[in-house]
């Protein structure tokens, strides 16, 4: 099991943007492909993106075109852009990996209208 570190939420207004990282304890390739999930008060946890080794993505189409994943190999961290965020946005994101991944504490981030 592997467990990834969130970090870089804070608060932000309406419209503005945060840059959300998940450091991993080893190389990302052996880690494997990472999704990001988020969880707004009082709702269920949402996945939002999926970031694979290869630097591919995809998205949830609440935030495609929006959002944007990344990865830094030197780093063993990936990152997640939130640009135009909306205040309904708030919530606690996390990353997880996708095969043998276990929950972390997660980043806040909250979005003020």
């Known amino acids: 099991q592997v467990q990834l570190a969130e970090s870089g939420g804070g608060l932000v207004r309406a419209g503005g943007s945060l840059t959300l990282s998940c450091a991993a304890p080893r190389s990302i390739m052996s880690i494997g492909n990472v999704s990001w999930y988020r969880q707004a008060p009082g709702k269920q946890r949402e996945w939002v993106a999926h970031?694979?080794?290869?630097?591919?993505?995809a998205y949830a189409a609440a935030v495609r075109g929006r959002f944007a994943g990344s990865i830094d190999g030197a780093k063993n961290t990936l990152y997640l852009q939130l640009n135009s965020l909306k205040p309904e946005e708030t919530g606690v994101y996390y990353c997880?990996?996708?095969?043998?991944?276990?929950w972390g504490q997660g980043t806040q981030v909250t979005v003020s209208s």
């Open positions: 997880k990996a996708a095969v043998g991944g276990t």
């Open positions: 970031i694979f080794v290869d630097g591919a993505t």
